[in-house]
Nanobody, 123 residues
Framework: EVQLVESGGGLVQAGGSLRLSCVAS????????IGWFRQVPGKEHEAVSC????????YYLDSVKGQFTISDDKAKNTVYLHMNSLKPEDTDVYYC????????????????WGQGTQVTVSS
């Protein structure tokens, strides 16, 4: 059984930082791109970032480039999203997801989803 379990969300003041974690089980990091989504009004989900360990490819939504950084720890089967300089508009539920590669994850529907972790940024 594939499981993606997120953690690290919470309440932070504007300008602060959070690190989200996604622990993956039942899949191999070498075979999947793993990334983060958030919900936006008018869209079901928006891909924020993605990483595929075996080729080092990464993806970032234009609006988070320079603000968020994605990384992974294969030994821990964990993907991290480092969120810096947080703004109130970053408030959302952030979901971990997995697909065959980052291109598929971003433009199509991921194969697997986590339950989400709430990020709230106060002004």
């Amino acid at each position: 059984e594939v499981q993606l379990v997120e953690s690290g969300g919470g309440l932070v003041q504007a300008g602060g930082s959070l690190r989200l974690s996604c622990v993956a089980s039942g899949i191999s990091f070498d075979d999947y791109g793993i990334g983060w989504f958030r919900q936006v009004p008018g869209k079901e989900h928006e891909a924020v970032s993605c990483i595929k360990s075996n080729d080092g490819n990464t993806y970032y939504l234009d609006s988070v480039k320079g603000q968020f950084t994605i990384s992974d720890d294969k030994a821990k089967n964990t993907v991290y999203l480092h969120m810096n300089s947080l703004k109130p508009e970053d408030t959302d539920v952030y979901y971990c997801a997995a697909a065959a590669d980052c291109h598929i994850l971003v433009v199509r529907t991921p194969d697997y989803w986590g339950q989400g972790t709430q990020v709230t940024v106060s002004s």
